[in-house]
């Protein structure tokens, strides 16, 4: 079932939301991106008629009731923005008769489901290594199958909105849906259109295609390097993974950021680079710092001869120039993470030379997708958002996708 087609008036619908939002020491919301993400979903049932229970997770309360962690703290926000006072369940898993007596047009938001150790579906307060803990989980899965069932049991259909939890089989993003048959069951517009965007990056690969991985480490993005290695035309890897193929090469990376323990990694992806005939693009200079601080002396250099006591923070003039090349010239681009330590302003002329690059490439037609934490922060941090084509709102669940694993927040709806 599709979200446009359908028919909310007189039903109840249960919305799975990441309305997992920073909040300040006061309880006030600091970034409501999530919020305002959820809006359109939110808002089509109840234009169409319908009654909403509204549900999401919010930090890593572990299974316990938590204050600090309560949804409570955002009901204000949320009945601003959807335009309707929203009641509150204060036990996510004892709202029926709240939710039995939603009329149209009304709202209810759940307490937070993780207070729930259900909602994970890992047993708690048990090692790993205990002789007990596969018992335990088994009666944890139990256990989370009554709560899913409890939860389904508030509303007449299932809507998955949240895709920052979407690589997750918990309770709410997908055993949940167990219990709806196809037809009442569907994605969220926010989910569809994170789904659209993956696939567009790739199934509906327009050539040249370029990816730009950077961050910290080599290890944390292999998966997806591996996965794009048959997929890319172009693949720029930067950031701190630089200095493992430096030193993989043989190259002089001072105090750089490195993972020993990579090092034939980084050959291999090399070589795989060259057999499948992708143009693999890494800085051939860098800014090195003598200090990891934004104030720090700096010097340009190559990669591959950082002086002792020196660490390389950024990329290059000559790097930025090849990152560009291979850029400007794409129609399908991803970026996940960002050229340097952009958090330190004097580190972000590699990152802001990539989004420059891509904005331009976009203005050109180029379908671009900016996803993973970090980037998305270096592009807002850059006040160039609107200049790319889609900004993904998962980090853990996008980088999954496009590693070519099935999300199970989507699988649950859609199939495998
Ligand atoms: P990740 O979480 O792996 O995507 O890494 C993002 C982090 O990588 C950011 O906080 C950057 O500051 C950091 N980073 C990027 N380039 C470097 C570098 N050359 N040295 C150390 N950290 C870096």
């Known amino acids: 079932m599709t979200i446009d087609n359908f ?10 939301v990441d309305f997992n939002v920073p909040l300040n020491e006061e309880g006030k919301i600091t970034d409501d991106t999530r919020i305002r ?14 009654a909403l229970i509204i549900m999401s997770h919010m930090g890593k309360p572990k299974g316990k009731v938590n204050a600090k962690y309560s949804l409570s703290q955002i009901v204000d926000a949320v009945s601003e923005k959807l335009g309707v006072a929203v009641q509150f369940a204060p ?7 709240a939710a ?12 937070n489901l993780r207070f729930y150790p259900e909602e994970e579906g890992k047993p708690v307060g048990i ?25 389904a049991s508030y509303a007449d259909c299932y809507i998955n909105d949240a895709f920052g939890t979407a690589h997750r089989r918990h309770a709410s993003t997908a055993v949940i849906a167990d219990y709806f048959d196809a037809d009442n069951k569907m994605l969220g517009y926010l989910m569809e259109k994170e789904v659209q965007a993956v696939d567009n990056i790739l199934k509906d690969i327009k050539r040249p295609f370029t990816a730009i991985m950077g961050g910290s480490k080599v290890s944390t993005k292999i998966g997806i390097i591996e996965n794009l290695m048959d997929k890319v035309d172009n693949l720029i890897l930067c950031g701190g993974m630089t200095y493992t193929f430096a030193k993989a090469q043989g190259g002089e990376i001072g105090r750089s950021i490195v993972e020993d323990d990579k090092l034939d990694l980084a050959l291999n992806i090399i070589e795989q680079a060259k057999a499948k005939g992708v143009n693999l693009v890494l800085a051939q200079d860098c800014v ?16 591959k001869a950082i002086p002792a006591g020196w660490e390389g923070l950024d990329a290059g003039p000559e790097a930025q120039k090849a990152f560009a ?33 891509i904005a331009k490439a976009t ?3 180029a379908f671009s997708l900016i996803g993973g934490g970090d980037s998305v922060a270096c592009i807002n941090k850059f006040g160039m958002a609107d200049q790319v084509s889609y900004i993904s709102t998962g980090g853990g669940a996008l980088l999954e996708a496009i590693e070519g694993k099935v999300l199970p927040g989507v699988a649950a709806i859609k199939g495998e």
């Open 127 to 151: 090692d790993k290594e205990d002789p007990a803990y596969n018992d335990a989980k088994k009666a944890m899965k139990e256990s989370q199958k009554e709560f899913s069932k409890t939860l």
């Open 37 to 50: 993400g959820a809006l359109p979903t939110l808002k089509k049932v109840l234009a169409d008629g319908g």
């Open 7 to 16: 028919k909310f008036a007189g039903k109840k619908a249960i919305v799975r």
């Open 325 to 357: 090349a291979a850029i400007v010239d794409a129609k399908t681009i991803l970026w996940n993470g960002p050229a340097g330590v952009f958090e330190f302003d004097n580190f972000t002329a590699g990152s802001r030379a990539i989004a420059e690059a």
């Open 91 to 97: 036990d996510c898993a004892k709202a029926a008769e």
């Open 100 to 111: 039995a007596a939603l009329k149209p047009g009304e709202v209810l938001m759940l307490e």
């Open 363 to 365: 203005a050109n037609g």
């Open 288 to 303: 090195a710092a003598d200090d990891f601080s934004n104030d720090a002396n700096t010097q340009v250099c190559s990669a």
